[in-house]
C-alpha cells in the first residue's frame, strides 16, 4: 500500500453497540494484516480512526466529541490521518465533510473492508469519502463538492465472514458473533435500516466455522448478535433460521455458553423456546426489546405486537424455560404518549417483573417515520417519565436479586478486584456482558478470568450480587 509504513501505528475508539465493535475488530485485523501496528495511545498514533454511532441523539453527541477530542492529536501527536467510520459517517457524510475539516475520511458502514484505501489516500494528503463500493476522493487545496448528495442510505450492508482478519477487543473468554447486518423491520422510532440497510445473514456453515475457531482459542461465551437476530437467515433460507444455525452450533464438541442477543418478539417462536429449554449450551436468558406495552403507542411505533401478545409470549417463556432471565429495553416519551399510555408502560413494568431493564427517553430522528409525528412531548416530561420508570424497575431488580440468594450457579470469572485481592466478579447465565451487573465471590484467591466456578448467592443487591464459591 502506498505511503503506508510498516512501522505506523494505529489507535481507535469504538463507539455504540455490540455490532459495531465487531466491525471495528475487523478493520482493526484488516490493517494489523497490512503490517500496521495498533496502540492504545492516540498520542502515539498515525492514523486515528473512530467506528461512531448515530442511532440516537446523545450517541451522537459523543461520537462528535470523541471525533474533536482525537483530532487535537493531528497537533500535539503524531496523527496525520483522523477517519470517521461507522454509523455517523454513514449517515451526516456530507454533513460531516463541510464541518469538519478534521476529518481525513469518512467511511460508510458498508466500507469497512476498504479501510486501507482510506488511511492510503488520506497518508497522501488527500479527504476521502468511501460509502458502500463508491468512493470521492479529494485533495485538501480543491473546494468540496456535493455529489454525495445522490447516494442513496441503503448501499451499505456489508457483513464479514469467518476468514475475514479480525482482532478482538473483548477478553478472550467471550466474544461477539455477529450473524447478519442491517434490519427488514420499521420500527418508526429507528434509524438503523436506514444506516444498516436491508438485512444480510452469513450461512449457518461460515457462522459455525467461526465459532469452532473461536471455542479452540478458549472462548467459554458466544454472544450471538444482529439487528433482529430472531430474523437470522430469512434472507438466504427464505424462512428465519436461527433454531436451526443453533442446533449445528450446539453440535462443535467444547464447552461454552452461547447467548443470543436482540431478539424481535415477533419471530420469537415455540421451536426457539424448547430448544432453548433443552439445550444445555443456551443461555437461559432472554433479550427482548418490547419498546412500549400501550397497544396504541405499539401501533405508532409499526411494532406489530400487542400487549397480550406480548404477555402470553412472556408467560410461555416463563413456563417452558424455569429460571430464566429476561431483559427488555422501553422508550418513554413516544410522540402522543398520554399519560393514560405511560401508566399502562408503569403497569406492565410492575406486574410482568422483568429482570434486567433498560429505559430510554424518545430521540427524534430525522428520516424516521415518528420525526413527523405530532404531539412530540416535552424533554422534562420524558425525564420525569424516565426517572419514575427506573426507580420503579430498581426495586424490583433488588427484589429478584434478593430471592436468588442462597441458590447457586455456575459463574464466568471476569476480573479480580484489585484492591481485595480475594474477591473476583463474573456473571452467570442471568447477566449478559457489559449491560448487566456482576456477581462478586468472596474468598476466591485462586479463580482467574476465564474459569467456571460454583458459587452460592449470599446477597442480593440492586443490580450486583454477592456470593461464595462452593
Ligand atoms: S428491530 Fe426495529 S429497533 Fe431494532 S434495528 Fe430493526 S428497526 Fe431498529
Request: glycine residues 6%; negative net charge.
Amino acid at each position: 500500500m502506498d505511503g503506508v509504513k510498516t512501522d505506523m501505528k494505529a489507535g481507535f475508539v469504538s463507539l455504540g453497540c455490540a455490532k459495531n465493535l465487531v466491525d471495528t475488530e475487523v478493520m482493526l485485523g484488516i490493517m494489523q494484516s497490512h503490517g500496521i501496528k495498533l496502540t492504545a495511545d492516540p498520542a502515539e498514533a498515525d492514523i486515528l480512526i473512530v467506528n461512531t454511532c448515530a442511532f440516537i441523539t446523545s450517541a451522537k453527541e459523543e461520537s462528535i466529541t470523541t471525533i474533536l477530542n482525537l483530532a487535537d492529536y493531528k497537533d500535539s501527536g503524531r496523527c496525520r490521518s483522523l477517519i470517521i467510520a461507522g454509523c455517523l459517517g454513514q449517515r451526516y457524510r456530507q454533513e460531516l465533510l463541510d464541518e469538519m475539516p478534521e476529518a481525513d475520511a469518512i467511511i460508510g458502514t458498508g466500507a469497512w473492508n476498504r479501510i486501507m484505501e482510506a488511511i492510503e489516500q488520506t497518508l497522501k494528503g488527500r479527504r476521502v469519502v468511501i460509502i458502500g463500493d463508491k468512493d470521492i476522493i479529494y485533495d485538501r487545496k480543491t473546494p468540496q463538492a456535493s455529489e454525495m448528495k445522490s447516494y442513496t442510505n441503503c448501499d451499505s450492508g456489508l457483513i464479514y465472514n469467518s476468514n475475514t482478519p479480525r482482532i478482538r477487543t473483548t477478553p478472550n473468554y467471550t466474544a461477539y458473533v455477529k450473524i447478519a447486518e442491517g434490519c427488514d423491520n420499521r420500527c418508526a422510532f429507528c434509524v438503523i435500516p436506514l444506516i444498516r440497510g436491508r438485512q444480510i445473514s452469513r450461512p449457518i456453515e461460515d457462522i459455525c466455522a467461526e465459532v469452532t475457531t473461536l471455542v479452540s482459542q478458549g472462548v467459554k461465551e458466544i454472544n450471538l448478535i444482529a439487528q433482529d437476530t430472531t430474523n437470522y437467515g430469512h434472507d438466504i433460507y427464505k424462512t428465519p433460521s436461527l433454531v436451526n444455525l443453533i442446533k449445528n452450533l450446539v453440535k462443535i464438541d467444547c464447552d461454552f455458553w452461547i447467548r443470543i442477543l436482540y431478539c424481535y418478539p415477533r419471530y420469537f417462536n415455540d421451536e426457539l423456546i424448547e430448544l432453548i429449554a433443552n439445550e444445555p449450551k443456551i443461555c437461559k436468558y432472554v433479550d427482548l426489546p418490547l419498546q412500549h406495552a400501550h397497544n396504541d403507542v405499539l401501533k405508532r411505533m409499526h411494532r406489530p405486537d400487542t400487549r397480550e401478545s406480548i404477555e402470553a409470549l412472556l408467560s410461555k417463556i416463563r413456563e417452558r424455560i424455569p429460571g430464566v432471565a429476561i431483559r427488555s429495553t422501553f422508550i418513554v416519551g413516544f410522540p402522543g404518549e398520554t399519560e393514560e399510555e405511560f401508566q399502562t408502560l408503569k403497569e406492565f413494568l410492575q406486574q410482568q417483573r422483568l429482570d434486567h431493564v433498560g429505559i430510554f427517553t424518545f430521540s427524534r430522528e430525522e428520516d424516521t417515520a415518528a420525526y413527523d409525528l405530532p404531539d412530540q412531548i416535552d424533554e422534562d416530561i420524558m425525564q420525569e417519565r424516565y426517572h419514575e420508570l427506573m426507580s420503579i424497575q430498581s426495586l424490583i431488580s433488588q427484589q429478584i436479586n434478593e430471592s436468588l440468594e442462597g441458590k447457586t450457579f455456575n459463574v464466568l470469572v471476569e476480573n479480580r478486584d484489585e484492591e481485595v485481592q480475594n474477591i473476583v466478579a463474573g456473571r452467570s447465565y442471568r447477566e449478559a456482558p457489559e449491560i448487566d451487573g456482576q456477581i462478586y465471590i468472596e474468598g476466591d484467591r485462586q479463580s482467574k478470568p476465564g474459569d467456571i466456578v460454583k458459587v452460592k448467592i449470599l446477597t442480593g443487591f440492586v443490580y450486583d450480587l454477592a456470593a461464595i464459591k462452593i
